[in-house]
């Protein structure tokens, strides 16, 4: 468990600071305790490929959860719009099954001081995204068979999936010099 004091908040905020594409599967809050069960894309560069790997984070210290989300219109116009220009309508819920039944991928937070974030959120499952906002004051890591993961692990985990990323682009932006030349 980590106390968001001095190192610690830092601590939590590389957490999130690794949390892009990471899509929300499960929301639970019990007492002041919110549960993420998240899938990694990571995963899809270990060998073997895992293609679903998930892992679950509980946050602790939760006084507040509410997810803002937005839904598209449902009117003749706006169906014939491209996706970017298409109308939305707000909603927002606190109920944990209907924020799991969203489909968020989380792509970036948002700190307010000392304890309050938001996950800024894209959408796997038809609406136009959304934002997550809790407090929490401290964490826990755990693999996706429930043992611990330490925050260290998790940033080697991110730095092979970005190198990996990053060889990807360089190897397209070879082969693109070369069909040039």
């Not at 990694?40 to 490929?49: F, L, T």
């Not at 116009?77 to 991928?105: C, F, H, Q, W, Y």
Request: aromatic share 10%.
């Amino acid at each position: 468990m980590c106390s968001l004091k001095g190192n610690e908040q830092q601590e939590i905020e590389e957490l999130f600071s690794m949390f892009h594409d990471f899509e929300i599967i499960s929301v639970k809050k019990i007492g002041d305790v919110l549960t993420l069960e998240l899938v990694i894309p990571w995963g899809e560069v270990w060998i073997p490929p895992i293609m679903d790997y998930q892992i679950k984070l509980d946050l602790i210290g939760c006084r507040e959860l509410k997810c803002d989300y937005f839904v598209f219109k449902n009117d003749e116009v706006t169906k014939l719009k491209p996706t970017a220009l298409r109308e939305t309508i707000r909603k927002t819920t606190s109920d944990t099954r209907t924020i799991s039944n969203l489909g968020l991928e989380i792509q970036n937070f948002t700190l307010f001081e000392p304890d309050s974030f938001i996950l800024n959120c894209n959408n796997s499952k038809g609406i136009a995204g959304g934002e997550l906002a809790f407090t929490a004051k401290d964490y826990m890591l755990f693999k996706s068979l429930g043992e611990p993961l330490p925050l260290h692990k998790l940033k080697q985990w991110a730095t092979q999936w970005w190198d990996g990323i990053q060889e990807m682009w360089n190897k397209e932006n070879q082969a693109n010099d070369n069909t040039l030349n």
